[in-house]
């Protein structure tokens, strides 16, 4: 039991570091296609970007499956796949992006500094210049800013409006620059 557990938070783990590379190179290089989506404003319910999530759901509900016909320790990796899943749905749909009706704004705490550095990671046109390319984890906010203006030779002149993270239609409020 203990070593399943184990097995289930490394796959967390892994899955995050994962993420962070497939993000940066794959979402915004060759697999822009469908998460361009993502980076603009949604016109209904899903996205193209939502593709990936049932292509990882899909590896995982195998790996369950496989796992459970003897090839153990699969369904533990699945299992911890699943989750990661969730909690990516809860933090990223849900936190920053409102895709479900749950209204919070962090205001302090790795919530906020989670919710500021996807906003950031939102606030350039395209797929070139994006910082913060994590789902769980967020670098320092002031690392991602001095970031921002490497990249783009100044402070970003103005917050995009109409992207994925904009509320309403509003640009970023003065609470979330903090």
């Known amino acids: ?60 509900i195998a790996l369950i499956y496989f796992g459970t016909e003897g090839r153990h320790p699969l369904e533990w990796i699945g299992a911890g796949m699943t989750a990661y899943g969730f909690l990516y749905f ?40 994006a910082v913060s390319f994590g789902f769980l984890y967020a670098p320092p906010v002031v690392e991602l800013k001095r970031q921002l203006r490497a990249l783009h030779d100044g402070p970003l002149s103005q917050p995009r409006r109409g992207a994925a993270t904009d509320l309403a239609g509003a640009a970023p409020s003065a609470e979330d620059a903090k």
């Open 1 to 60: 039991m203990i070593l399943n557990t184990l097995i289930v938070l490394i796959t967390i783990v892994l899955m995050e570091l994962f993420s962070i590379v497939a993000h940066k190179y794959i979402m915004h290089g060759f697999g822009w296609g469908w998460h361009r989506s993502h980076h603009e404003p949604r016109t209904g319910w899903f996205e193209r970007n939502d593709l990936y999530a049932v292509v990882f759901a899909s590896l995982a």
């Open 90 to 129: 809860v933090a990223h749909d849900g936190l920053v992006h409102r895709r479900w009706p749950f209204q919070y704004t962090p205001r302090s705490g790795y919530l906020k500094r989670l919710y500021q550095a996807h906003r950031m990671h939102h606030a350039v046109e395209g797929k070139e210049g």
